[in-house]
Protein backbone atom coordinates (compact mmCIF):
# COMPACT_ATOMS: atom_id res chain seq x y z
CA UNK A 1 0.00 0.00 0.00
CA UNK A 2 2.64 2.47 0.84
CA UNK A 3 4.40 1.70 -2.54
CA UNK A 4 1.59 2.17 -4.14
CA UNK A 5 0.90 5.51 -2.78
CA UNK A 6 4.51 6.66 -3.26
CA UNK A 7 4.19 6.17 -6.90
CA UNK A 8 0.94 7.95 -6.84
CA UNK A 9 2.79 10.94 -4.78
CA UNK A 10 5.71 10.82 -7.94
CA UNK A 11 3.12 11.03 -10.51
CA UNK A 12 1.27 13.56 -8.83
CA UNK A 13 4.59 15.38 -8.94
CA UNK A 14 5.61 14.53 -12.27
CA UNK A 15 2.15 15.97 -13.34
CA UNK A 16 1.99 19.27 -11.24
CA UNK A 17 5.73 19.74 -12.57
CA UNK A 18 4.73 19.57 -16.06
CA UNK A 19 1.58 21.74 -15.47
CA UNK A 20 3.57 24.31 -13.88
CA UNK A 21 6.34 24.02 -16.63
CA UNK A 22 3.59 24.53 -19.35
CA UNK A 23 3.22 28.50 -18.91
CA UNK A 24 7.33 29.00 -18.39
CA UNK A 25 7.76 27.07 -21.60
CA UNK A 26 4.90 29.37 -23.15
CA UNK A 27 6.10 32.84 -21.56
CA UNK A 28 9.97 31.66 -23.31
CA UNK A 29 8.47 31.10 -26.70
CA UNK A 30 7.02 34.73 -26.88
CA UNK A 31 9.95 36.21 -25.28
CA UNK A 32 11.78 34.69 -27.84
CA UNK A 33 9.31 35.86 -30.36
CA UNK A 34 9.63 39.37 -28.66
CA UNK A 35 13.36 39.07 -29.31
CA UNK A 36 13.14 39.27 -32.88
CA UNK A 37 10.33 40.84 -34.37
CA UNK A 38 9.17 43.24 -30.97
CA UNK A 39 5.80 42.02 -30.39
CA UNK A 40 5.01 40.64 -26.94
CA UNK A 41 1.54 39.51 -25.11
CA UNK A 42 -0.17 42.71 -23.90
CA UNK A 43 -2.99 43.38 -21.71
CA UNK A 44 -5.48 46.14 -22.58
CA UNK A 45 -8.13 48.09 -20.65
CA UNK A 46 -11.89 47.21 -20.46
CA UNK A 47 -13.91 49.09 -22.29
CA UNK A 48 -16.48 48.97 -19.78
CA UNK A 49 -14.23 50.94 -17.23
CA UNK A 50 -13.92 53.90 -20.07
CA UNK A 51 -15.12 57.53 -17.92
CA UNK A 52 -17.01 60.02 -19.28
CA UNK A 53 -14.48 62.72 -18.99
CA UNK A 54 -10.70 62.93 -18.74
CA UNK A 55 -8.57 65.68 -18.21
CA UNK A 56 -6.22 65.04 -21.08
CA UNK A 57 -7.47 62.36 -24.05
CA UNK A 58 -4.97 61.41 -26.26
CA UNK A 59 -6.15 59.97 -29.91
CA UNK A 60 -3.61 57.00 -31.24
CA UNK A 61 -1.45 54.35 -28.95
CA UNK A 62 2.24 54.44 -31.28
CA UNK A 63 5.04 55.54 -29.70
CA UNK A 64 4.09 59.68 -29.59
CA UNK A 65 0.31 58.42 -28.04
CA UNK A 66 2.33 56.65 -25.36
CA UNK A 67 5.13 59.23 -24.77
CA UNK A 68 2.58 61.96 -24.17
CA UNK A 69 0.61 59.80 -22.06
CA UNK A 70 3.38 59.39 -19.71
CA UNK A 71 4.22 62.75 -19.63
CA UNK A 72 1.15 63.85 -18.93
CA UNK A 73 0.36 61.82 -16.07
CA UNK A 74 3.33 62.59 -14.80
CA UNK A 75 3.07 66.05 -14.61
CA UNK A 76 -0.65 65.39 -12.58
CA UNK A 77 -3.09 65.03 -15.55
CA UNK A 78 -5.70 61.83 -15.64
CA UNK A 79 -5.20 60.78 -19.04
CA UNK A 80 -6.83 58.23 -21.39
CA UNK A 81 -5.51 56.76 -24.85
CA UNK A 82 -7.73 55.68 -27.56
CA UNK A 83 -6.38 53.20 -30.29
CA UNK A 84 -8.77 52.39 -33.20
CA UNK A 85 -6.26 49.51 -34.19
CA UNK A 86 -6.33 46.38 -32.19
CA UNK A 87 -3.11 46.88 -30.97
CA UNK A 88 -0.95 49.36 -29.72
CA UNK A 89 2.22 50.87 -31.38
CA UNK A 90 1.34 51.87 -34.73
CA UNK A 91 4.26 52.56 -37.08
CA UNK A 92 6.49 52.89 -34.24
CA UNK A 93 6.53 48.82 -33.92
CA UNK A 94 8.00 49.22 -37.79
CA UNK A 95 10.79 51.34 -36.74
CA UNK A 96 14.28 49.59 -37.33
CA UNK A 97 17.12 52.06 -37.65
CA UNK A 98 17.11 54.30 -34.01
CA UNK A 99 16.34 57.80 -32.42
CA UNK A 100 18.75 60.13 -34.10
CA UNK A 101 20.64 62.69 -30.73
CA UNK A 102 23.17 64.88 -30.20
CA UNK A 103 25.19 65.35 -27.38
CA UNK A 104 24.24 62.13 -25.50
CA UNK A 105 25.88 60.67 -22.26
CA UNK A 106 26.28 57.27 -24.65
CA UNK A 107 28.07 59.44 -27.54
CA UNK A 108 30.28 60.99 -25.25
CA UNK A 109 30.61 57.59 -23.35
CA UNK A 110 32.33 56.42 -27.23
CA UNK A 111 34.46 59.48 -27.92
CA UNK A 112 32.09 60.69 -30.71
CA UNK A 113 32.24 64.38 -30.71
CA UNK A 114 28.78 65.64 -32.04
CA UNK A 115 27.04 69.05 -31.28
CA UNK A 116 23.25 70.29 -31.42
CA UNK A 117 24.45 73.05 -34.03
CA UNK A 118 26.16 70.22 -36.46
CA UNK A 119 22.45 67.32 -36.19
CA UNK A 120 20.93 70.77 -36.48
CA UNK A 121 22.84 72.43 -39.78
CA UNK A 122 22.53 68.13 -41.26
CA UNK A 123 18.98 67.72 -40.75
CA UNK A 124 18.16 70.98 -42.54
CA UNK A 125 20.26 70.62 -45.59
CA UNK A 126 18.67 66.73 -45.45
CA UNK A 127 15.19 68.73 -45.58
CA UNK A 128 16.47 70.99 -48.28
CA UNK A 129 16.20 74.00 -46.09
CA UNK A 130 12.44 73.76 -46.26
CA UNK A 131 12.30 72.54 -42.32
CA UNK A 132 10.29 74.79 -40.00
CA UNK A 133 13.53 75.98 -38.02
CA UNK A 134 11.91 76.85 -34.97
CA UNK A 135 10.33 73.55 -34.67
CA UNK A 136 14.04 71.85 -35.37
CA UNK A 137 16.07 74.26 -33.04
CA UNK A 138 13.42 73.03 -30.54
CA UNK A 139 13.79 69.40 -31.19
CA UNK A 140 17.77 69.52 -32.04
CA UNK A 141 18.28 71.50 -28.54
CA UNK A 142 15.83 68.75 -26.65
CA UNK A 143 17.07 65.69 -28.39
CA UNK A 144 19.91 64.08 -25.62
CA UNK A 145 17.17 64.59 -22.39
CA UNK A 146 15.00 62.88 -24.33
CA UNK A 147 17.63 60.17 -24.59
CA UNK A 148 17.99 60.20 -20.82
CA UNK A 149 13.93 60.53 -20.14
CA UNK A 150 13.75 56.71 -22.15
CA UNK A 151 16.75 55.40 -20.23
CA UNK A 152 15.49 56.48 -16.74
CA UNK A 153 12.19 54.45 -17.49
CA UNK A 154 14.22 51.24 -18.45
CA UNK A 155 14.62 52.09 -22.08
CA UNK A 156 17.93 52.40 -23.06
CA UNK A 157 19.46 52.96 -26.34
CA UNK A 158 22.71 52.64 -25.81
CA UNK A 159 24.54 51.10 -29.10
CA UNK A 160 25.39 53.85 -31.60
CA UNK A 161 25.62 53.70 -35.82
CA UNK A 162 24.77 55.73 -38.64
CA UNK A 163 21.64 56.81 -40.97
CA UNK A 164 22.02 58.71 -44.36
CA UNK A 165 22.52 62.22 -43.96
CA UNK A 166 24.98 62.35 -41.03
CA UNK A 167 28.15 63.10 -40.61
CA UNK A 168 28.67 61.20 -37.18
CA UNK A 169 27.45 58.02 -35.05
CA UNK A 170 24.18 59.96 -33.87
CA UNK A 171 21.44 57.09 -34.51
CA UNK A 172 20.87 55.36 -30.75
CA UNK A 173 19.55 51.76 -30.92
CA UNK A 174 18.98 49.32 -28.11
CA UNK A 175 22.26 47.75 -26.46
CA UNK A 176 22.04 44.22 -28.89
CA UNK A 177 22.02 46.79 -32.11
CA UNK A 178 17.97 45.30 -32.70
CA UNK A 179 15.65 47.15 -34.11
CA UNK A 180 14.06 50.17 -32.00
CA UNK A 181 10.86 50.10 -32.70
CA UNK A 182 9.66 46.80 -30.50
CA UNK A 183 12.02 47.63 -28.01
CA UNK A 184 10.46 51.19 -27.55
CA UNK A 185 6.48 50.09 -28.29
CA UNK A 186 7.11 47.84 -25.08
CA UNK A 187 9.22 49.81 -22.93
CA UNK A 188 6.55 52.56 -23.07
CA UNK A 189 3.36 50.55 -23.22
CA UNK A 190 4.94 48.59 -19.45
CA UNK A 191 5.73 52.54 -18.22
CA UNK A 192 2.03 53.09 -19.23
CA UNK A 193 0.79 50.50 -17.46
CA UNK A 194 2.80 50.50 -14.70
CA UNK A 195 1.33 53.81 -14.20
CA UNK A 196 -2.39 52.11 -14.47
CA UNK A 197 -3.05 54.63 -17.33
CA UNK A 198 -5.68 53.34 -19.30
CA UNK A 199 -4.95 52.24 -23.12
CA UNK A 200 -8.26 51.75 -24.93
CA UNK A 201 -7.87 49.30 -28.28
CA UNK A 202 -10.56 49.07 -31.17
CA UNK A 203 -11.66 52.46 -29.81
CA UNK A 204 -12.17 54.47 -33.34
CA UNK A 205 -11.66 58.05 -32.75
CA UNK A 206 -14.32 59.73 -35.39
CA UNK A 207 -14.46 63.32 -34.44
CA UNK A 208 -12.57 66.10 -31.88
CA UNK A 209 -15.46 68.00 -30.06
CA UNK A 210 -15.06 71.49 -30.11
CA UNK A 211 -17.27 74.10 -28.38
CA UNK A 212 -16.41 78.03 -28.95
CA UNK A 213 -13.42 77.26 -30.76
CA UNK A 214 -11.86 75.11 -27.80
CA UNK A 215 -11.52 71.24 -28.61
CA UNK A 216 -13.49 69.72 -25.43
CA UNK A 217 -13.59 65.65 -25.98
CA UNK A 218 -13.56 63.27 -28.56
CA UNK A 219 -16.79 61.07 -29.97
CA UNK A 220 -15.46 57.35 -30.50
CA UNK A 221 -16.32 54.37 -31.42
CA UNK A 222 -15.89 51.72 -28.49
CA UNK A 223 -17.57 48.08 -27.51
CA UNK A 224 -20.27 48.63 -30.28
CA UNK A 225 -21.41 51.91 -28.95
CA UNK A 226 -20.32 55.45 -29.62
CA UNK A 227 -19.92 57.68 -26.98
CA UNK A 228 -18.47 61.15 -26.34
CA UNK A 229 -15.78 61.20 -23.49
CA UNK A 230 -15.28 65.12 -22.73
CA UNK A 231 -11.57 66.53 -21.98
CA UNK A 232 -9.80 69.97 -21.25
CA UNK A 233 -7.33 68.83 -23.55
CA UNK A 234 -6.53 66.41 -26.47
CA UNK A 235 -3.80 65.37 -27.99
CA UNK A 236 -3.66 64.03 -31.79
CA UNK A 237 -1.01 60.90 -32.30
CA UNK A 238 -2.49 59.17 -35.34
CA UNK A 239 0.69 58.83 -36.97
CA UNK A 240 0.53 59.84 -40.75
CA UNK A 241 -1.46 58.66 -44.25
CA UNK A 242 1.06 56.22 -45.70
CA UNK A 243 -1.24 53.35 -45.51
CA UNK A 244 -3.79 55.54 -47.71
CA UNK A 245 -2.77 54.52 -51.11
CA UNK A 246 -5.20 57.33 -52.49
CA UNK A 247 -4.43 60.30 -50.36
CA UNK A 248 -0.51 59.41 -51.45
CA UNK A 249 -0.87 58.93 -55.08
CA UNK A 250 -3.65 61.89 -55.32
CA UNK A 251 -1.34 64.21 -53.46
CA UNK A 252 1.58 63.10 -55.60
CA UNK A 253 0.52 60.88 -58.70
CA UNK A 254 4.31 59.29 -59.36
CA UNK A 255 4.12 57.32 -56.37
CA UNK A 256 1.16 55.52 -57.34
CA UNK A 257 1.44 51.39 -57.63
CA UNK A 258 4.52 51.81 -54.93
CA UNK A 259 4.27 49.19 -52.51
CA UNK A 260 3.92 51.23 -48.63
CA UNK A 261 5.85 50.23 -45.50
CA UNK A 262 3.16 51.49 -42.93
CA UNK A 263 0.52 49.40 -41.09
CA UNK A 264 -2.79 49.64 -41.90
CA UNK A 265 -4.19 52.16 -39.22
CA UNK A 266 -1.69 54.93 -41.03
CA UNK A 267 -4.92 56.63 -42.80
CA UNK A 268 -4.66 60.35 -41.80
CA UNK A 269 -8.04 60.46 -40.10
CA UNK A 270 -6.59 62.26 -37.56
CA UNK A 271 -5.63 64.84 -39.60
CA UNK A 272 -9.22 65.11 -41.13
CA UNK A 273 -10.38 65.53 -37.79
CA UNK A 274 -8.15 68.24 -36.49
CA UNK A 275 -8.83 70.32 -40.40
CA UNK A 276 -12.27 70.05 -39.62
CA UNK A 277 -11.90 71.88 -36.35
CA UNK A 278 -9.74 74.27 -38.52
CA UNK A 279 -6.42 73.37 -38.10
CA UNK A 280 -3.85 74.37 -41.09
CA UNK A 281 -1.64 71.90 -42.51
CA UNK A 282 1.82 71.56 -43.94
CA UNK A 283 3.69 69.79 -46.45
CA UNK A 284 1.35 67.30 -46.85
CA UNK A 285 2.48 66.58 -50.98
CA UNK A 286 6.04 66.05 -49.00
CA UNK A 287 5.92 62.14 -49.02
CA UNK A 288 9.44 60.08 -48.46
CA UNK A 289 9.86 57.05 -50.01
CA UNK A 290 12.42 54.51 -48.12
CA UNK A 291 15.23 53.32 -50.96
CA UNK A 292 15.51 49.76 -49.27
CA UNK A 293 12.45 48.01 -49.48
CA UNK A 294 11.78 44.46 -50.26
CA UNK A 295 9.05 44.80 -52.41
CA UNK A 296 6.75 41.30 -52.43
CA UNK A 297 6.50 41.98 -48.48
CA UNK A 298 6.83 45.70 -48.34
CA UNK A 299 8.86 45.12 -45.46
CA UNK A 300 11.74 47.49 -45.17
CA UNK A 301 15.20 46.67 -44.51
CA UNK A 302 16.32 48.97 -42.19
CA UNK A 303 19.02 51.64 -42.73
CA UNK A 304 21.17 50.42 -39.97
CA UNK A 305 22.42 47.66 -42.46
CA UNK A 306 23.98 50.36 -44.50
CA UNK A 307 25.07 51.97 -41.91
CA UNK A 308 27.35 49.46 -40.15
CA UNK A 309 28.95 48.86 -43.72
CA UNK A 310 26.83 47.17 -46.33
CA UNK A 311 27.05 48.33 -49.98
CA UNK A 312 24.20 48.55 -52.92
CA UNK A 313 25.11 47.19 -55.79
CA UNK A 314 23.16 46.88 -59.68
CA UNK A 315 22.07 43.31 -61.65
CA UNK A 316 25.35 43.33 -62.97
CA UNK A 317 26.63 43.47 -59.22
CA UNK A 318 28.53 46.78 -59.27
CA UNK A 319 28.49 49.87 -56.89
CA UNK A 320 26.38 52.50 -58.81
CA UNK A 321 25.90 55.53 -55.80
CA UNK A 322 26.67 56.81 -52.21
CA UNK A 323 24.75 54.10 -49.90
CA UNK A 324 24.08 56.74 -47.40
CA UNK A 325 22.98 59.78 -48.87
CA UNK A 326 19.82 60.86 -47.78
CA UNK A 327 16.96 58.82 -48.62
CA UNK A 328 15.97 60.91 -51.18
CA UNK A 329 18.72 60.81 -53.13
CA UNK A 330 18.96 56.72 -53.13
CA UNK A 331 15.80 55.99 -53.89
CA UNK A 332 15.96 57.99 -57.19
CA UNK A 333 19.67 56.58 -57.85
CA UNK A 334 17.61 52.81 -57.46
CA UNK A 335 14.73 54.05 -59.80
CA UNK A 336 17.59 55.61 -62.41
CA UNK A 337 18.51 52.01 -62.86
CA UNK A 338 17.57 49.68 -65.86
CA UNK A 339 15.94 47.55 -63.61
CA UNK A 340 14.53 49.99 -60.77
CA UNK A 341 16.26 47.55 -57.94
CA UNK A 342 19.26 46.95 -56.46
CA UNK A 343 20.63 44.65 -54.06
CA UNK A 344 22.15 45.03 -50.54
CA UNK A 345 24.92 43.02 -49.97
CA UNK A 346 26.80 42.48 -46.66
CA UNK A 347 28.48 39.63 -44.43
CA UNK A 348 28.63 37.30 -41.63
CA UNK A 349 30.40 39.60 -39.58
CA UNK A 350 27.88 42.76 -40.49
CA UNK A 351 25.15 40.52 -39.58
CA UNK A 352 25.62 39.79 -36.07
CA UNK A 353 25.81 43.63 -36.03
CA UNK A 354 22.51 44.13 -36.84
CA UNK A 355 19.59 42.13 -35.20
CA UNK A 356 17.00 42.86 -37.62
CA UNK A 357 18.65 40.59 -40.04
CA UNK A 358 17.96 37.69 -38.18
CA UNK A 359 13.96 38.43 -38.62
CA UNK A 360 14.81 38.75 -42.28
CA UNK A 361 16.28 35.31 -42.93
CA UNK A 362 13.33 33.89 -41.02
CA UNK A 363 10.77 36.02 -43.53
CA UNK A 364 12.87 34.79 -46.75
CA UNK A 365 14.52 37.79 -47.66
CA UNK A 366 17.68 36.87 -47.56
CA UNK A 367 19.59 35.18 -50.18
CA UNK A 368 22.85 33.58 -49.07
CA UNK A 369 26.21 32.27 -50.68
CA UNK A 370 29.39 30.88 -48.85
CA UNK A 371 31.86 32.77 -51.28
CA UNK A 372 31.30 35.90 -53.10
CA UNK A 373 31.13 34.15 -56.50
CA UNK A 374 28.52 31.37 -54.69
CA UNK A 375 26.34 34.70 -54.01
CA UNK A 376 26.87 36.23 -57.56
CA UNK A 377 24.99 32.83 -58.78
CA UNK A 378 22.56 33.88 -56.43
CA UNK A 379 21.10 36.57 -57.07
CA UNK A 380 22.21 36.51 -61.02
CA UNK A 381 25.25 38.86 -61.05
CA UNK A 382 28.15 38.30 -62.80
CA UNK A 383 30.95 36.81 -60.43
CA UNK A 384 33.73 39.12 -61.08
CA UNK A 385 31.80 42.11 -61.46
CA UNK A 386 30.75 41.56 -57.25
CA UNK A 387 34.18 40.16 -56.55
CA UNK A 388 35.74 43.04 -57.84
CA UNK A 389 33.06 45.70 -56.48
CA UNK A 390 33.33 43.71 -52.92
CA UNK A 391 37.92 44.16 -53.70
CA UNK A 392 37.27 47.71 -54.41
CA UNK A 393 35.41 48.37 -51.40
CA UNK A 394 37.67 46.84 -48.92
CA UNK A 395 40.15 48.65 -50.43
CA UNK A 396 38.27 51.97 -49.58
CA UNK A 397 37.33 50.69 -46.33
CA UNK A 398 41.55 50.23 -45.17
CA UNK A 399 41.91 53.30 -47.07
CA UNK A 400 39.18 55.34 -45.22
CA UNK A 401 38.67 56.88 -48.45
CA UNK A 402 35.70 56.16 -50.83
CA UNK A 403 37.12 57.57 -54.40
CA UNK A 404 33.81 56.21 -56.25
CA UNK A 405 31.29 57.69 -54.55
CA UNK A 406 32.19 59.88 -51.75
CA UNK A 407 31.16 58.12 -49.05
CA UNK A 408 32.38 58.99 -45.45
CA UNK A 409 30.57 56.93 -43.55
CA UNK A 410 29.81 53.41 -42.42
CA UNK A 411 33.11 52.51 -43.58
CA UNK A 412 34.52 51.07 -40.01
CA UNK A 413 34.32 47.53 -41.53
CA UNK A 414 34.93 46.13 -44.61
CA UNK A 415 33.19 43.15 -46.21
CA UNK A 416 35.53 40.04 -45.70
CA UNK A 417 33.77 37.32 -43.58
CA UNK A 418 32.14 34.46 -45.18
CA UNK A 419 29.09 33.75 -45.87
CA UNK A 420 28.01 36.42 -48.28
CA UNK A 421 24.20 37.88 -48.03
CA UNK A 422 22.19 40.16 -50.68
CA UNK A 423 18.55 40.89 -50.29
CA UNK A 424 16.84 42.57 -53.18
CA UNK A 425 15.34 46.05 -52.60
CA UNK A 426 13.44 48.89 -54.29
CA UNK A 427 11.94 52.44 -53.37
CA UNK A 428 8.77 51.97 -51.12
CA UNK A 429 6.34 54.68 -49.51
CA UNK A 430 7.77 55.16 -45.81
CA UNK A 431 6.71 58.18 -44.58
CA UNK A 432 4.62 61.43 -44.82
CA UNK A 433 6.26 64.61 -43.80
CA UNK A 434 3.73 66.69 -44.18
CA UNK A 435 0.99 66.93 -41.61
CA UNK A 436 -0.93 69.18 -38.68
CA UNK A 437 1.20 72.78 -38.14
CA UNK A 438 2.35 73.52 -34.98
CA UNK A 439 4.37 75.49 -32.53
CA UNK A 440 7.12 74.60 -30.39
CA UNK A 441 4.37 73.90 -27.20
CA UNK A 442 2.84 70.73 -30.31
CA UNK A 443 -0.30 73.18 -29.85
CA UNK A 444 -2.11 72.83 -33.48
CA UNK A 445 -2.83 75.65 -35.48
CA UNK A 446 -5.35 77.54 -37.64
CA UNK A 447 -5.03 78.91 -40.43
CA UNK A 448 -4.17 82.51 -39.02
CA UNK A 449 -1.43 80.83 -37.08
CA UNK A 450 -2.79 80.87 -33.73
CA UNK A 451 -3.05 77.91 -31.71
CA UNK A 452 -6.29 76.10 -31.50
CA UNK A 453 -7.10 76.25 -27.84
CA UNK A 454 -6.95 73.03 -25.98
CA UNK A 455 -6.19 71.02 -29.30
CA UNK A 456 -1.75 69.68 -29.17
CA UNK A 457 -0.28 67.15 -31.33
CA UNK A 458 2.86 65.32 -32.20
CA UNK A 459 4.62 62.57 -34.51
CA UNK A 460 4.23 62.01 -38.35
CA UNK A 461 0.99 63.56 -37.26
CA UNK A 462 2.04 66.75 -37.48
CA UNK A 463 4.46 68.82 -40.53
CA UNK A 464 7.21 70.83 -40.61
CA UNK A 465 9.98 69.29 -38.76
CA UNK A 466 11.44 67.19 -41.61
CA UNK A 467 10.65 69.73 -44.36
CA UNK A 468 11.11 68.45 -47.89
CA UNK A 469 13.23 65.04 -46.69
CA UNK A 470 13.65 63.29 -43.33
CA UNK A 471 16.86 62.00 -42.40
CA UNK A 472 16.66 58.32 -40.93
CA UNK A 473 16.34 58.44 -37.51
CA UNK A 474 14.59 61.91 -36.99
CA UNK A 475 10.87 60.10 -36.61
CA UNK A 476 11.72 58.29 -33.35
CA UNK A 477 13.43 60.97 -32.14
CA UNK A 478 10.39 63.29 -33.36
CA UNK A 479 7.47 61.15 -31.61
CA UNK A 480 9.59 61.03 -28.11
CA UNK A 481 10.72 64.70 -28.03
CA UNK A 482 7.30 65.97 -29.28
CA UNK A 483 5.02 63.62 -27.48
CA UNK A 484 6.88 64.08 -24.49
CA UNK A 485 6.35 67.86 -25.02
CA UNK A 486 2.28 67.44 -26.24
CA UNK A 487 1.95 66.08 -22.57
CA UNK A 488 3.81 68.15 -20.76
CA UNK A 489 2.04 71.19 -22.01
CA UNK A 490 -1.89 69.61 -22.07
CA UNK A 491 -1.09 68.74 -18.65
CA UNK A 492 -0.15 72.13 -17.90
CA UNK A 493 -3.25 73.61 -19.67
CA UNK A 494 -5.90 71.41 -18.43
CA UNK A 495 -4.51 72.51 -14.55
CA UNK A 496 -5.01 76.17 -15.36
Known amino acids: MKKKLSYIFVALVLALSVFTAFPRLQASSEEKEDTTSGASEKEYTDPSTLEEEYDVVIVGAGGAGMAAAISAHDAGAKVAILEKMPVAGGNTSKSSAGMNASQTKFQKAEGIEDTNDKFFEETLAGGKETNDQELL ?35 HRPADGSAVGGYLVDGLFANVTERKIPLFVNANVVEILQEDGKATGVKAEIGGETKEIKAKAVIVTTGGFGANLDMVSELKPELKGYVTTNQEGSTGDGIEMAKALGAAVVDLDQIQIHPSVEQSTSYLITEAVRGEGAILVNQQGSRFYNELETRDNVSAAINGLEEQFAYV ?8 RVKAIAKYEENGLVKSGETIEDLAAEIGADAETLKATLDTWNKSVEAGEDTEFGRTTGMENGLTEGPFYAIKVAPGVHHTMGGLKINTKAQVLNEAGEPIVGLYAAGEVTGGIHGQNRIGGNAVADIIIFGRQAGAQSAAFAAE
Not at 150 to 169: A, E, R
Not at 345 to 352: C, N, P, Q, T, Y
Open 137 to 171: RYFVDHSAEAIDWLDSMGITLSNLTTTGGMSVKRT
Open 345 to 352: VFDEALKG
